[in-house]
Each structure stands twice: as structure tokens, then as C-alpha cells.
T-cell receptor, first 114, second 112 residues
Framework: NAGVMQNPRHLVRRRGQEARLRCSPM?????VYWYRQLPEEGLKFMVY????????ESGMPKERFSAEFPKEGPSILRIQQVVRGDSAAYFC????????????FGQGTRLTVV | KQEVTQIPAALSVPEGENLVLNCSFT??????LQWFRQDPGKGLTSLLL?????REQTSGRLNASLDKSSGRSTLYIAASQPGDSATYLC???????????FGKGTKLTVNP
């Protein structure tokens, strides 16, 4: 059973470009979470999704950020018009049944905005 | 608002020593607590999950305890090895939501 797969592992974007981060949860997991880790900071929750539904996006910046988890395919975190402050490690996690069950994390995507 | 604090921020010990990492949280309304390990430039590896109704969990040389009423958890590592060097993160599952709230971690270095 492969773990949580994220790609790309590293992504470099120029200011103003779009960044697309992909996450395939573990097999059998229908709950997906995105977290952001800024340099010297702890991981911060961004968004929680189930298939085709955004359940909690309370940690998402109001502008330029969006997330989806379609019926088929990976979850996507999309950042439009990236700025230097978006440079961070973005981690995806999945769990089989949500609250109370163990969360498994991917290797992360390290976004650098130049 | 839940806040998770990990002390110390960094710890350096000689190989073979037993050690304790501390985690405290401000809101006791949690449904679980999870300890992770993060290696430089890598993802998070889940070490132990303690449900709110449990007092401790053990896996190999690791033992985690939870005192929900006092808002504390400890991760005990026995007979430390250089391969244990990493950053250890504590995260609480916040009641009423699906999010994990993380501490900033303890960076552990085990010297041969």
C-alpha cells in the first residue's frame, strides 16, 4: 500500500505564475488535508476535503488559493499569482475515516517563488 | 484558540541516553494526540497516536503519555541512537474540527 504521494517534490515559480500541487491519498482514504510549513514555523492547517467536497477551508488565505478533490484523480492545491511569501513546504495528509483516526503525511512539495 | 508548545526547542544528547520530549496544549477538548518525526527536507512520519481516552501508547523504544486534564504529553525515547536524530512534532486533534494543531517541534541530535 503506497503512502501519500505528492508531486512535484520541488517546484520553482516566478512571481505572478500559478502553482499546482498534487496529492494522491493512501488507498482507501477519502479524507484529505493540506498543511503549510513556513520557514521556522510549525505546520498550519489550510483545508480539509472529502471527495468532491470542501469541508473546512478555515486555514486557507481568502485570495489566490483554492483546493479541490475530484471524484477521480488526485487532490489539487492551486495558488494563483504566486508571491515570495508563498514560498514554503506544502504537505498533504490523508486518513481513512477522519476525526480520531491516524493521519498519514506525504513527503511534501517545496515551493520556491523567485 | 488551541496552542501547542514543545519544550525544549532543541536537545543534544550522547548515544544511549534515555530522554523525554515535552508537549503542552491549552485546550483540553481534543480527540487525540499524535507524535511525528520529521527528517530534514522530508515529510512527516507518524510515530504514535493516543486517543483522548487513553493514557499512553508504546512502540518499540518509544512511549508516549497523555494527561488531557493538565494539557500535557511526553514522548520518552529509550536508549537513544544517532538514527533518532530528527525533529519531533506533537499535534493535537482539535475537538469539533478535523484539523491537527502542531507545535513547532523539538530538534533532537544524538551524538555517537
Amino acid at each position: 500500500n503506497a503512502g501519500v504521494m505528492q508531486n512535484p517534490r520541488h517546484l520553482v515559480r516566478r512571481r505572478g505564475q500559478e502553482a499546482r500541487l498534487r496529492c494522491s491519498p493512501m488507498k482507501g482514504h477519502s479524507h484529505v488535508y493540506w498543511y503549510r510549513q513556513l520557514p521556522e514555523e510549525g505546520l498550519k492547517f489550510m483545508v480539509y476535503l472529502q471527495k468532491e467536497n470542501i469541508i473546512d477551508e478555515s486555514g486557507m488565505p481568502k485570495e489566490r488559493f483554492s483546493a479541490e478533490f475530484p471524484k477521480e484523480g488526485p487532490s489539487i492545491l492551486r495558488i494563483q499569482q504566486v508571491v515570495r511569501g508563498d514560498s514554503a513546504a506544502y504537505f498533504c495528509a490523508s486518513s481513512p475515516q477522519g476525526q480520531g483516526t491516524e493521519a498519514f503525511f506525504g513527503q511534501g512539495t517545496r515551493l520556491t517563488v523567485v | 484558540k488551541q496552542e501547542v508548545t514543545q519544550i525544549p526547542a532543541a536537545l543534544s544528547v550522547p548515544e544511549g541516553e534515555n530522554l523525554v520530549l515535552n508537549c503542552s496544549f491549552t485546550d483540553s477538548a481534543i480527540y487525540n494526540l499524535q507524535w511525528f518525526r520529521q527528517d530534514p527536507g522530508k515529510g512527516l512520519t507518524s510515530l504514535l497516536l493516543i486517543q483522548s481516552s487513553q493514557r499512553e501508547q508504546t512502540s518499540g523504544r518509544l512511549n508516549a503519555s497523555l494527561d488531557k486534564s493538565s494539557g500535557r504529553s511526553t514522548l520518552y525515547i529509550a536508549a537513544s541512537q544517532p538514527g533518532d536524530s530528527a525533529t519531533y512534532l506533537c499535534a493535537v486533534g482539535q475537538g469539533g474540527s478535523e484539523k491537527l494543531v502542531f507545535g513547532k517541534g523539538t530538534k533532537l541530535t544524538v551524538n555517537p
